[in-house]
């Protein structure tokens, strides 16, 4: 494989580009709204939440066993894209498996930088370690992410209340991305990947899953397979998802039986 810095510059951004990739990923996209909206109607939500005055700093909470743990997701969209409230589908395997489960949403770049985004996600996860406390749950968390979810959810492991981590089809070394069209919105420095690529920081000593699909683009697979080896010997494991793509690995997650869950619960 030629050196990422070596490619063209189309060459580097096709390289993350995975809407592009998956060429039924609109389609994707539509069904998770639909199912998110049907899961409403299921289930019981406290909906947005606030934790923070800016408009997307609010949070999704599911009640479900009142000593279990919380699961929190974290959306992706290369940290520029998305809302929370497309991906609230993905609790449904939580809540089934007795979990209490909870989306965060935070602002995008490039109106928040990704500092700030770090910040807010830190904050929510306080935040929703705060309201199981205060209406009688567990107050520990799992934190899980998607995409950019999972490069936040790996920089959100040391959190006090986190005991567990799952990054799928994550980012974790941001160097790369400086060299895309991301960078456009995000404006990462030199110093910004040393400070907020997980790869670049001190390991933290708690589980954490690297999920990835086997169909993913090579630069996603390469990501999670690196962030493993950099973890080697620390608890979690390296997970690939046989057949799942950029975005219908989340339909794993949303499964109380598929292979991301239960990994998050036993590592």
Known sequence: ???????????????????????????????????????????????????????????????????APTLIFVHGGYWQMRHKNTFRFVVDGALKQGLNAALIGYTLAPQASLAQIVQEV??????????????????????????AGGHLAALCLGCEAVVAGLGASGIYDLAPIRMTYLNRALQLTEQDTDIYSPMALSAVEKPFVIAFGTQELPQLKSQSKAFSDYRLNLPGCLLPVSGADHFSILNDLADPHGALLPALLSA
Request: glycine share 6%; hydrophobic share 40%.
């Open 122 to 147: 830190r904050q929510g996860i306080a935040a929703v370690s705060a309201h199981a406390v205060k209406i009688g749950a567990n107050r520990h968390v799992l934190v899980s992410g998607w995409s």
């Open 1 to 67: 494989m030629k050196r990422f810095d070596m490619l063209t510059a189309s060459e580097r951004d096709a390289a993350y580009d995975n809407t592009a990739a998956v060429s039924n990923s609109a389609r994707q996209l539509a069904d998770f709204e639909d199912r998110s909206a049907r899961l409403l109607t299921q289930v019981a939500c406290q909906q947005d939440l606030r934790y923070g005055p800016k408009e997307r700093q609010l949070f999704d909470y599911f009640p479900g066993k009142r000593d």
